[in-house]
């Protein structure tokens, strides 16, 4: 199983980003893809998650009501829409894999994690 994030950049204050998640050699028909950043110094923050079954969405308080979380099944695609960025969304952002339909989404139920994409909010 193979995950490939792409989609940061450097985005003024305000502004938005459209980050992707691609997952290729899948063994399971039922997975929850989540999103996941890390700042310089700080701790691993679970943001988003989506099951691809039952279209279940999760958002940290931090960005709930800013970001979305879509997936697309056809495609094994899931995109993380941020609004409304703000310098403390900077980060590494990943995007993990929990397979099966008894995954859960959390850092614990996530099986495989791709290379994270940079996302820098500064004017």
């Known amino acids: 199983v193979q995950l490939q994030a792409s989609g940061g950049g450097l985005v003024k204050p305000g502004g938005s980003l459209r980050l992707s998640c691609v997952a290729s050699?899948?063994?399971?028909?039922?997975?929850?893809i989540a999103w996941f950043r890390q700042a310089p110094g700080k701790e691993l923050e679970e943001i988003s998650c989506?099951?691809?079954?039952?279209?279940?969405?999760y958002y940290a308080d931090s960005v709930k009501g800013r970001f979305a979380i879509s997936i697309d099944n056809a495609k094994n695609t899931v995109y993380l829409l941020m609004y409304s960025l703000k310098p403390e969304d900077a980060a590494n952002y990943y995007c993990?894999?929990?397979?099966?339909?008894?995954?859960?989404?959390?850092?614990?139920?996530?099986?495989?994690w791709g290379k994270g994409t940079q996302v820098t909010v500064s004017s």
């Open positions: 993990a894999i929990g397979l099966g339909p008894d995954s859960s989404c959390n850092r614990v139920g996530m099986d495989y």
């Open positions: 050699g899948l063994t399971s028909d039922y997975y929850n």
């Open positions: 989506v099951s691809n079954s039952e279209g279940t969405r």
